[in-house]
């Protein structure tokens, strides 16, 4: 301030001690609560992250069975036919009412995917030993063939999918998704999408 021609500075009042420590702990709490909203969008961030799983896995999962479908509708088969053919192959003598069981669909939407198979050769029903009332599915000899054909095309497939891994990477991505398949009660070679099989089989 100036007084005349002469200039004086006033000099802050010093604060009171109880003053001071309020606003150093009011500071200090402000301090404490942006810690803690930067941990949460952090933790927020990092939630987001580990989503990616579900989506890269549905999202190669589609990919991949539709290069494979591609691939089955090369040699006439659809996806369901080559998954038929495939457990038929691996677990012969089968009951019709077995195999719906195992795919996890109704008997009645699985008649119309074997009833195609059969005509075209492929499979033949066969009078079960054990329950005269019930017929066992084997594959014919084209049947076999046809299996050898899909066998190669899915083996083709596999080593496309998987061709950017190292043999080490593959294994363990492989043990990492039968991880998961086990967890979530997903059956091992049977795809979830027999549960949804159409009354027809489209081509």
Do not use: C, W
């Not at 991949?64 to 038929?84: N, S, V």
């Not at 939407?109 to 054990?130: C, S």
């Not at 991880?179 to 081509?203: D, F, M, Q, T, W």
């Amino acid at each position: 301030m100036y007084y005349g021609a002469v200039a004086t500075t006033e000099t802050p009042a010093a604060r009171p001690p109880g003053q001071q420590a309020q606003s150093e702990q009011a500071q200090s709490q402000e301090a404490r609560s942006q810690q803690a909203r930067s941990q949460e969008a952090r933790s927020q961030e990092a939630g987001r992250k580990r989503t990616d799983i579900a989506f890269l896995v549905a999202q190669l999962g589609a990919y991949a069975a539709e290069g494979f479908g591609e691939r089955a509708a090369a040699l006439d088969f659809t996806r369901p036919q080559a998954g038929l053919l495939r457990l038929i192959s691996r677990e012969p003598g089968q009951s019709q009412q077995a195999v719906a069981r195992r795919l996890g669909t109704p008997p009645s939407r699985l008649v119309a995917l074997v009833d195609g198979l059969e005509q075209r050769g492929l499979i033949e029903r066969r009078r079960n030993p054990g329950d005269r009332r019930n017929y066992a599915l084997h594959l014919t000899a084209a049947g076999e063939q046809a299996m050898t054909d899909l066998s190669q095309v899915g083996l083709e497939h596999e080593q496309a999918i998987a061709a950017p891994l190292t043999p080490a990477e593959r294994a363990q991505l492989s043990k990492l998704l039968g991880k998961l398949a086990a967890a979530h009660g997903l059956v091992p070679g049977i795809h979830p999408g027999y549960r949804n099989l159409p009354e027809k089989e489209s081509r």
